[in-house]
Every structure is written in C-alpha cells, then in structure tokens.
C-alpha cells in the first residue's frame, strides 16, 4: 500500500532531522576540518603564484600549500592561518634568506594553531638583533617533519607562549652560524610542550645544540653531538626545570667546547609546578681530556623537589656520573671507548661480546599527571642522518644500556 502524505512527510522530517544531527556531530570533531573542502595553493617558478610570500598572502584558514622543489632566495613570510600545511612537492624546497628577514625575525614566523611544515631547508638567517632564526614560532602549534636549518644565527626560536606546542621530527639542526652571540641551534622558550624524534642537532658554536624552558619535553631517538670540530656549550638544557623525559638519545660532548658539562637541568631556577627528569637509554659521551660532568643538576631553588630517574643508561669518557641518594638509578654504566663498534668514527654500537649487552634493567612507565604516559622501554632508535627506526624483533629480547639497545 502506497504511504499517506502524512507518513510520507513524517519519514522524509526525520531523515532531515537525522542528518542535521549527523552534520552537528561532525561540526563539533576534529573530522568536520577534514572533511570540509580545503583551498589548495600550487607554488614555484611555473605556477601563477611563484613565491612563499605571495603564498602566505593568499592562503586562507586550513590551506594547503604543495610547494615545487628548488631553491626560493629572499622569500620571507608570516603565517598567521590555523590548520596550515606546507608540503614539499618533488623534492627539497631550499629557502635562502640572502639578507631578507620578516618582521626582523627570521625566514618565516608562525602564527596559527595545528600548522604542518614538511621538507624545507632554512638556511642564512640574519637580523639585526642577532636571533635570526629559520622559523621563529611566535604563538600557536607547529608539527615540522623532515626540515633542515643550516647556517642561521638560530635554528628555530619560540616565544614564551604557556599554551603553544612544537612537534619536530626527523629534523636536523646544524652548523649554527658562528658570531659573538650565545646562539642555540634549537631555543625553545616557555611553552607547554616540545616534543623531538629522531633529529640531530649538531655544531654548535657558544650557544647550547638544545635549550627548552618548556614544561614538558619529550626528547626521543636522536642525536645531539658537536662533532670534531663544534663547540657548543651545554648540549642539552632545561634551565627551568618541568618535565623533561630524555629516552633513546645519543649525546656527544666534543674536545672544543666551552662547558665542561653535557646536561644542565634548573641552572636558571624552577618556574613550573611539576619537576621531573627521566634519563633512560642514552649514551652520552665526554670528548674533552679533562673531567667534568655529564648532569648539572640543580634542585634548590624551585617550587617543588625534583624527581630523578636515572635508568639504562652509558657514559664514557673522562667525566664520573655519581646518583645521589635520593635518585632512582638502576642499570646505568661507564664503557670504556672499545666496548662500542668504532667510537673513532661516531659508531657508537655496542660490539659483539662488550660486557654491556643485555644488562638492562626494566625500567617501567612514566606518568604526566594529566596527559602520556611512556613506556620507557625503547621501540625505536636513531638512525643517520636524521631519523629513527623501530627495533626489529624487540619484543620479549633482553635490551642493553644505552642509545642503542639491540646493536
């Protein structure tokens, strides 16, 4: 029998009403942005828009930028847009600043929340005032994945945003632009959190390869390392203090730099209510011919007490690391320079037969009160240039300290 008008009208208000809902629901999701039909910009020497700054001037919100491979010299830009990405398309895209800066900051400065850089290469930064940076990220949050700075009076330079957010991944960072200044290859200011995996940051000159006042860290499967002939000051830094989970890392402290220690934690006094310092499957090597340390370590001047957990971990090289009493340390190690494959050459494997292998300890999870939680059992390592690779057939095998547990 044929439906009633009446029926008919009633199906057809409750379909309508279902997908109104349906659209409600995906307004409110992070599905909704994807879902809705993204501007796309095609940039470089052939297209109608042939610059970045051009680009930048054009993009709206949660634009699509595929840039052609090659080299742009002196093209700066700001990007305020939120839900931006930026892709190399065909290869590298190589900025050279040439003397151009934006905002007397840097090659680009960021401005918008969930923007995506991937496949640029920031080189020659300079401004008058010394901080000339690749990418100075003013507010916001920032994913780069597959970027290189090389050649800039800063790497990459944040502002003191509580709220911003820096994700970098299978980054390098190197050589810092020699000059007067102590100048970082990656400053990261107060933010709420940094995260870095499988990057190297390496020749430094004065300044620190890491320096990161944000209130959580995380620093995974990567490499920072002076090399032969850098001479950064500290290699790692967290002035001031917060949560700094430091897992998988190779550090290298070479013969010329200017600190005797490798890591500093609270030097500039504690500014954030949660403390805490978990070293786990590192090794950090001290190239200088005289002792110094490989954590300085201070603790008094903040607003809570600071946890330290010191666990799996390598050092060699003429510094001690002595845990204090009120630490957790466990499996930790001092290797002599033939225990790795060939240290001569920055090989630093462990070798068939060294008296290190599979005498790590399990060393358990860590907590954010609010957030992750991180098994601190490795499941990848660092790879050069600059990447990190899962461990093949990890699961169940006994792992050994340090950065590279199965080698």
């Given at each position: ?6 029926s008919s009208l009633?199906?057809?208000q409750?379909?309508?009403t279902?997908r109104?809902?349906?659209a ?10 994807w ?6 910009l095609?940039?470089g020497?052939?297209?109608a828009?042939?610059?970045?700054a051009?680009a930048?001037?054009?993009a709206?919100?949660h634009?699509?930028i595929?840039?052609?491979a090659?080299e ?18 065909g290869g590298r895209v190589?900025?050279?600043?040439e003397g ?5 900051k840097?090659i680009f400065?960021?401005a918008g929340?969930d923007?995506?850089i991937?496949?640029?290469d920031f080189?020659g930064?300079?401004?008058p ?5 690749g ?13 290189r ?7 990459l330079?944040t502002n003191n ?11 390098e960072?190197?050589?810092i632009l ?10 990261v200011?107060?933010?709420a959190e940094?995260?870095v995996?499988?990057c ?5 000159h004065f300044?620190?390869?890491l320096?990161?006042?944000?209130a959580?860290t995380?620093?995974l499967?990567?490499r920072?390392?002076?090399e ?5 000051s500290?290699e790692l830094?967290f002035?001031?203090?917060g ?11 070479g013969?010329q ?11 500039e006094?504690q ?5 805490e310092l978990i070293?786990?499957?590192n090794?950090?090597?001290d190239?200088?011919?005289s002792?110094?340390s490989y954590l300085?370590l201070?603790t ?5 007490p ?7 971990n390598?050092f060699t090289g003429p510094?001690?690391?002595?845990p204090?009493r009120d630490w957790e340390a466990?499996g930790?190690?001092h ?9 001569s050459?920055g090989?630093?494997?462990l070798?068939?037969?060294?008296r290190?292998?599979?005498?790590a300890v399990?060393?358990?999870?860590a907590h954010a ?5 991180l098994?601190l059992?490795p499941?990848r390592q660092?790879?050069?240039p600059?990447h990190?690779?899962?461990?093949a057939d ?11 547990p199965?080698?």
């Amino acid at each position: 029998m044929p439906a009633s008008p009446a029926s008919s009208l009633a199906f057809a208000q409750a379909q309508l009403t279902r997908r109104r809902w349906l659209a409600a629901a995906l307004a409110g999701s992070s599905v909704a942005a994807w879902a809705q039909a993204r501007q796309v910009l095609q940039v470089g020497p052939r297209r109608a828009l042939r610059s970045l700054a051009a680009a930048a001037q054009a993009a709206g919100e949660h634009c699509l930028i595929e840039v052609d491979a090659g080299e742009y010299r002196a093209d700066v830009a700001y990007w305020p847009q939120n839900g931006l990405q930026l892709r190399a398309v065909g290869g590298r895209v190589q900025l050279k600043a040439e003397g151009a800066h934006i905002m007397g900051k840097g090659i680009f400065v960021t401005a918008g929340q969930d923007q995506r850089i991937e496949g640029f290469d920031f080189s020659g930064a300079r401004v008058p005032d010394g901080n000339g940076a690749g990418i100075r990220m003013d507010r916001g949050s920032l994913q780069l994945r597959g970027c290189r700075f090389h050649g800039n009076q800063t790497g990459l330079l944040t502002n003191n945003e509580v709220d911003a957010r820096l994700s970098l991944e299978d980054c390098e960072f190197g050589p810092i632009l020699p000059g007067q200044r102590h100048n970082h290859n990656l400053y990261v200011g107060r933010i709420a959190e940094l995260r870095v995996i499988g990057c190297h940051l390496h020749h430094g000159h004065f300044g620190h390869l890491l320096k990161s006042r944000a209130a959580f860290t995380q620093l995974l499967y990567s490499r920072l390392s002076d090399e032969p002939n850098g001479r950064a000051s500290y290699e790692l830094e967290f002035p001031n203090g917060g949560r700094a989970w430091v897992m998988g890392n190779l550090i290298v402290q070479g013969a010329q730099t200017d600190n005797p220690a490798l890591l500093a934690y609270g030097a500039e006094g504690q500014v954030w209510p949660e403390n805490e310092l978990i070293l786990v499957h590192n090794t950090l090597i001290d190239r200088r011919p005289s002792g110094g340390s490989y954590l300085q370590l201070k603790t008094q001047s903040g607003p809570a007490p600071v946890r330290v957990r010191l666990l799996n971990n390598l050092f060699t090289g003429p510094s001690r690391m002595v845990p204090a009493r009120d630490w957790e340390a466990s499996g930790n190690g001092h290797a002599a320079w033939d225990d790795f494959v060939n240290a001569s050459e920055g090989d630093y494997r462990l070798r068939p037969g060294s008296r290190w292998q599979g005498r790590a300890v399990d060393a358990g999870l860590a907590h954010a009160p609010s957030g992750p939680r991180l098994i601190l059992r490795p499941e990848r390592q660092f790879q050069a240039p600059h990447h990190s690779v899962a461990l093949a057939d990890a699961a169940g095998r006994s792992l050994s300290p340090g950065a590279f547990p199965l080698d």
